[in-house]
């Protein structure tokens, strides 16, 4: 259902978000609406999987167009999906601390907004934090969103894992996906934890290791 809400919204992409003739400069590199930016330091669970994976960034944003600037949206394990001006996401940090990258083939949108944000931002925007990368409903997590919004454009990015994979080297992960565990919604119901993590290992969830190696995206920035 989400992945036909998401088609939903490419197919409303009737207008684009104008964006003023200098505001390329706002960026390190010369920006697209639609672009990727990774960095680590929002969510815990995302920074864990990252460390696991081998991956330098665990959470993953979008940017869009915006008259007041370029903005990125992004999941906030707490606030949910939501958006900031981009010199505020990557506020403080340097070169080294987040990457830029753009999808390969995607069109070039110039300053307007492009599919693959309008989506994350119709679609998402307000939506609960998906604390536990429940596939389907109306939370979200940050690789999910970017993966959503991209697939909705035409372009899967990554190869969902299982948890069981995931966490194969890890105990500290499986014990961070089982924290909480009675409010998982497939747990509810459930008496042990180790008869949830029987109920939840299967289940696959993109991750940013996924996304960031996947040949359809070029390298932006540094």
Excluded at 22 to 41: C, M, P, T, V, Y
Excluded at 86 to 107: K, T
Excluded at 197 to 209: F, G, N, P
């Amino acid at each position: 259902m989400r992945r036909a809400s998401v088609a939903v919204g490419l197919a409303s992409c009737v207008f684009a978000v104008s964006v003023h003739a200098g505001e390329f400069d706002e960026a390190a590199w010369d920006w697209r609406a639609g672009d990727l930016i990774f960095r680590s330091g929002i969510d815990p669970l995302d920074d864990l999987i990252a460390t696991s994976t081998g991956a330098k960034f665990g959470s993953v944003a979008i940017l869009r167009a915006s008259s007041g600037g370029p903005h990125v949206v992004y999941v906030d394990p707490e606030i949910g999906v939501t958006e900031v001006m981009l010199d505020e996401f990557i506020s403080g940090l340097d070169e080294s601390d987040y990457a830029a990258y753009r999808v390969s083939g995607g069109g070039d949108w110039g300053q307007s907004d492009s599919p693959i944000s309008y989506n994350a931002l119709l679609v998402a925007y307000g939506k609960p934090a998906d604390l536990y990368r429940f596939p389907g409903g109306d939370a979200y997590y940050s690789a999910e969103l970017v993966y959503l919004a991209t697939l909705g454009a035409g372009v899967q990015l990554g190869r969902p894992v299982s948890l069981s994979e995931l966490t194969r080297d890890s105990a500290e992960l499986q014990d961070a996906f089982l924290n909480s565990w009675q409010e998982n919604p497939y747990c509810q119901y459930i008496i042990t934890q180790q008869e949830c993590w029987e109920l939840i290992r299967q289940t696959a969830i993109v991750t940013t290791d996924a996304i960031m190696t996947d040949p359809n995206l070029e390298k932006l920035f540094p």
